[in-house]
């Protein structure tokens, strides 16, 4: 199975920074108290007691962080949920996420790792617009898009080897690989994160969580 730790993003330096960033945010914007303003009415199912458990209890990514029962624990931003987890890559190794794009108004995946001895420093990302779509999917974040489609699936992989470089990228592919420690275990950070779903979608914008698949380098897989 995957060795995931420090599920929760409220335990990580990672989201400290996050929240340390966003209430100096709230301070210069004039918003009162850490946690933010209310969410608005008409977003209510953003309260944790509203979701559904595979969106407060996933074994890979956790519970998430941002809408806390009516308040936002990153301050002004109180229409976006984060869900956090940190895992253990050994050499040659790489992770599929297998997801669908969500009923939102904005979502990405950002990968984080540790250089220099500092944790938390960014490694690579993808906003909505730069994944591509599943064959016979849809990406409704490009233009023209049907923001409405049913057939909305994406897959994206987490590799253990270093960035080759522009031109040499495979699609979807995160590079979180440093340089001279590939043939190790190499610890990585990956923050979901999902900005104003639709009038009354979870979330998650009704997209569920992506689901991981372990593959290690002699073929091995590993689900859930």
């Known amino acids: ?28 914007a004039g918003v009162g108290g850490p946690y933010g303003p209310p969410v608005s009415p008409e977003q209510s199912r953003l309260l944790l007691s509203e979701q559904p458990e595979v969106l407060s209890s996933h074994c890979f990514w956790g519970e998430p962080a941002g809408p806390i029962d009516g308040y936002n624990a990153l301050a002004i931003e109180t229409h976006v949920a984060y869900w956090y987890t940190r ?3 050994p050499p040659g190794s790489r992770v599929v996420l297998h997801g669908k794009f969500p009923h939102s108004r904005f979502m990405s995946l950002t990968s984080y790792g540790t250089f220099a001895g500092q944790r938390g420093a960014p490694i690579a990302g993808y906003s909505d617009y730069e994944i591509a779509p599943d064959a016979g999917s849809i990406n409704p974040f490009l233009p023209g898009a049907r923001r409405t489609a049913t057939n909305r699936a994406y897959t994206l992989t987490l590799s253990s080897d270093v960035d080759p470089g522009a031109g040499l990228r495979a699609p979807n592919t995160f590079y979180v690989g440093r340089a001279g420690e590939t043939g190790t ?4 950070e990956l923050v979901l994160r999902v900005y104003r779903p639709d009038r009354n979608r979870d979330v998650s914008g009704d997209a569920g969580l992506p689901e991981p698949m ?5 073929g091995t897989t590993y689900s859930g």
Not at 5 to 25: C, D, E, T, Y
Request: aromatic content about 8%; overall charge positive; cysteine-free.
């Open 87 to 89: 895992l253990d890559l």
């Open 185 to 188: 275990t190499q610890t990585v």
């Open 214 to 218: 372990l593959i290690l380098a002699n």
């Open 1 to 28: 199975m995957f060795n995931v730790r420090g599920r929760s993003i409220r335990g990580s330096k990672v989201f400290a920074a996050i929240l340390s960033f966003g209430a100096s945010l709230s301070a210069l």
